[in-house]
Antibody, heavy 115, light 113 residues
Framework: QVQLVQSGSELKKPGASVKVSCKAS????????MNWVRQAPGQGLEWMGW????????TYAQGFTGRFVFSLDTSVSTAYLQISSLKAEDTAVYYC????????WGQGTLVTVSS | QSVLTQPPSVSGAPGQRVTISCTGS?????????VHWYQQLPGTAPKLLIY???NRPSGVPDRFSGSKSGTSASLAITGLQAEDEADYYC?????????????FGTGTKVTVL
């Protein structure tokens, strides 16, 4: 069965960086794009963009350019989200998700940015 | 900002039927893109309820049903139960001059009275 397993919660100070991982199993990793979704505390779901798992080419939604980087390690079927120069407003749960066909989501990774 | 509009809240007594609307436009739902629906309980990841407008994944009760017409979609919950109290989101794809990508609804809180 398809599974997306994300790395654990992170507590970071403002200005630091964080890298969230999303390990896929149960399907051919390079056959489906990987998406990233943000949910700030008490807020709705916001699509951040996606990465082509065949070419590694990322596409970022408006508001997620510059400090946000999507990457892959296809040898271990894992996608990554890196956020640099963290700000308090980056505090959120970040989800990886596969949307082609029936959607599948990771369990989410809480990133807390606090001094 | 969300391009799919949902009512902020809906409520109903146990056993009743409630519906949640998801209003889009000609660049998303109206363009023929699929609509998915999710249920989100506090502190948990969104759970897929309906995919491809009206398909239920295995394990989702048939009390949940989805439909789509024109630029809108709807989720219906029949025989409302206390465990249905949660946030619900619709999702589709949007393609416009300003760019393309997935979009989510504004979210609806369902309260069981």
């Amino acid at each position: 069965q398809v599974q997306l397993v994300q790395s654990g919660s992170e507590l970071k100070k403002p200005g630091a960086s964080v890298k969230v991982s999303c390990k896929a199993s149960g399907y051919t990793f390079t056959s489906y794009a990987m998406n990233w979704v943000r949910q700030a505390p008490g807020q709705g779901l916001e699509w951040m963009g996606w990465i082509n798992t065949n070419t590694g080419n990322p596409t970022y939604a408006q508001g997620f350019t510059g400090r946000f980087v999507f990457s892959l390690d296809t040898s271990v079927s894992t996608a990554y989200l890196q956020i640099s120069s963290l700000k308090a407003e980056d505090t959120a749960v970040y989800y990886c998700a596969r949307f082609d066909g029936a959607p599948y989501w990771g369990q989410g990774t809480l990133v807390t940015v606090s001094s | 900002q969300s391009v799919l509009t949902q009512p902020p809240s809906v409520s109903g007594a146990p056993g009743q039927r409630v519906t949640i609307s998801c209003t889009g436009s000609s660049s998303n739902i109206g363009a023929g893109y699929d609509v998915h629906w999710y249920q989100q309980l506090p502190g948990t990841a969104p759970k897929l309820l309906i995919y491809g407008n009206s398909n239920r994944p295995s394990g989702v009760p048939d009390r949940f049903s989805g439909s789509k017409s024109g630029t809108s979609a709807s989720l219906a919950i029949t025989g409302l139960q206390a465990e249905d109290e949660a946030d619900y989101y619709c999702q589709s794809y949007d393609s416009s001059l300003s760019g393309s990508g997935y979009v989510f609804g504004t979210g609806t809180k369902v309260t069981v009275l």
